[in-house]
Nanobody
């Protein structure tokens, strides 16, 4: 129901900031939550942040992810993830996901649409 394309990944140095973008294509009138997840090599995919259609944010329970801020622009069908003070352990493939029932929760099982991911590599 929602097609997603991520962009903005790349190779950065520790301490840098980066903005990821997610372009969404959905049928007119659909209200959906957006989430960002990431998967590091050899690890399970994990929740980063989410935002529902009205702009309510859900953050990770990991305080270290307080460096990340999710936002969205409904008029442009875009979601963003601003990442500050990046660390080598932030290296991962970052995925954008949409929940067509607009719940915006942490559990990835509730997201029914996924992008292909964008690689973020942070060098020390």
């Amino acid at each position: 129901q929602v097609q997603l394309v991520e962009s903005g990944g790349g190779l950065v140095q520790a301490g840098d900031s980066l903005r990821l973008a997610c372009a969404a294509s959905a049928r007119t009138g659909l209200r959906y939550a957006m989430g960002w997840f990431r998967q590091a090599p050899g690890k399970e995919r994990e929740f980063v942040a989410s935002i529902d259609w009205s702009g309510h944010r859900t953050t990770s329970t990991d305080p270290d992810k307080g460096r990340f801020t999710i936002s969205r622009d409904n008029a442009k069908n875009m979601a963003y993830l601003d990442m500050n003070n990046l660390k080598p352990e932030d290296t991962a493939v970052y995925y954008c996901a949409a929940d067509s029932l607009d719940r915006g929760v942490r559990d990835q099982l509730w997201y029914d649409n996924w992008g292909q991911g964008t690689q973020v590599t942070v060098s020390s």
